[in-house]
Every structure is written in C-alpha cells, then in structure tokens.
C-alpha cells in the first residue's frame, strides 16, 4: 500500500530535550515536506526536500533541522524544543513537477507534539 | 509570495442543505490550487485541484469548486451535505514553480441531524 508513515504518532517532551520524528515514503517519491498545523493558521511550511542531499527552508523553519539521505526518508530535528514548538506536525510527499505535469502530494497521519 | 484566505473558520450547517466554503488567494504568478479534507484525527486528503481548462471542477464525495480568476476565488460547493462531511476543510495554492504548497486557515464544516 502506497503510504507516508510517521513516528511517533504522539509525543510528550521536555524543553531542551532533543527528539527527532521520522518520516519515510515508499512511493518513491522525490518531493518530501514537513508542515505544522496549529489552530486558525491552517498548515505552514517548515521545511521541504526536492531530491536526496537537497533541502530548503518553508515558512517557519527556525528551531528545526532536516535531512534527506536516503530518498524514502526525511527526518524532522528539533534540537531544543521549546513550549512553542507545541503542534501538530505532517509529513508530506509526491513526485517532483516534471515536464508541467502537477502531481498529488500525500499525506502522513500527523504526530502530536507536546513540549513542556 | 503567496497567500490564502479562508473567510470563514467555522460553518455550521444542517444535513441535507447546500454548503459554501469560501476560499480566496493573492499571487503574482499563475497558480494550481487545491481543497483538501481533514477528518477528525487523521491526515490530509485531496478533495480535487484546478490546474487548467473548465473552471468549474469536481471532486471526490460530490463537491465541487469553481475557479474565478477575476475575482481570485476557488469557493468549494456541495448541494447537499452528510453528517459524514463534517471535517475541516482546507484550500490550498502552489504556484507555478511548484515548490511550495500555501495553505489557508481552514474552516471546519460542522454538519447537524
């Protein structure tokens, strides 16, 4: 089954502890994202891969960090977490825009943050 | 840069009416935009998008939505609704060079018996 798999789904921390949440496709897909979504601002930007080894910042990428080693894997860093960082996250993936064509971009089922 | 605005954050509606939400978004470029769903606990599904062509797009669950570039609107219509469409529901813009997928605030769609 074609899928976006995120772990864990919920987390409970501490400031200053740092976590990592995983993200993997098996899709090969070439795009990967990370969003936070908080109530009232819909989905935001953290981060976002166009290809292994490539990354850019989105919207809010301040006090986060990725990599893209392998393809069907894209971590989410938080090196030290603070109570804002309190969110619901979504990884995200599809194939990159070839040739004009625009492609579905699928979603994980989200991982619950806590930070206090 | 790119933005979206969902006018609405909460709509009430009672079964079987018609429902609107509305969408409107600011760009300097062409755009593709997007209505996805959210129901509760889960992740993001595609509803339908508008990349070219007929203005007026159809979707999974019976919506639609049309787009009207003059007014910089893609508002999402359903005739009828089901206590199973109540979610939150969220429109989305990417631009033409495709990197970067904008989301609006969300409204959620509360449907009542």
């Known amino acids: 089954e074609a899928q976006v798999t995120q772990n864990p789904r919920y987390l409970i921390t501490v400031t200053g502890k740092k976590l990592t949440v995983t993200c993997s496709q098996n899709?090969?897909?070439?795009?990967m994202s990370w969003y936070r979504q908080d109530p009232g601002l819909g989905l935001r930007q953290i981060y976002y891969?166009?290809?292994?080894?490539?990354?850019d910042k989105g919207d809010v990428p301040e006090g986060y960090k990725v990599s893209r080693k392998e393809k069907r894997n894209f971590p989410l860093i938080l090196e030290s977490p603070s109570p804002n960082q309190t969110s619901l996250y979504f990884c995200?993936?599809?194939?990159?825009?070839?040739?004009?064509?625009?492609?579905?971009?699928?979603f994980g089922p989200g991982t619950r943050l806590t930070v206090t | 840069a790119q933005s979206v605005t969902q006018l609405d954050s909460q709509v009430p509606v009672f079964e079987e009416a018609p429902v609107e939400l509305r969408c409107n978004y600011s760009s300097s470029v062409s755009v593709y935009l997007f209505w996805y769903v959210q129901y509760p606990n889960q992740g993001l599904q595609l509803l339908l998008k508008?990349?070219?062509?007929?203005?007026l797009v159809k979707g999974i669950n019976g919506f639609e939505a049309e787009f009207n570039k003059s007014q910089t609107s893609f508002h999402l219509r359903k005739p009828s609704v089901h206590i199973s469409d109540t979610a939150e529901y969220f429109c989305a813009v990417r631009n033409n060079a495709g990197n970067m997928l904008t989301f609006g605030g969300g409204t959620r769609l509360m449907v009542k018996p």
């Open positions: 891969s166009m290809n292994v080894e490539v990354t």
């Open positions: 995200a993936s599809r194939h990159y825009r070839l040739q004009g064509t625009i492609y579905e971009q699928y």
């Open positions: 899709m090969n897909h070439e795009y």
């Open positions: 508008y990349l070219s062509g007929s203005t």
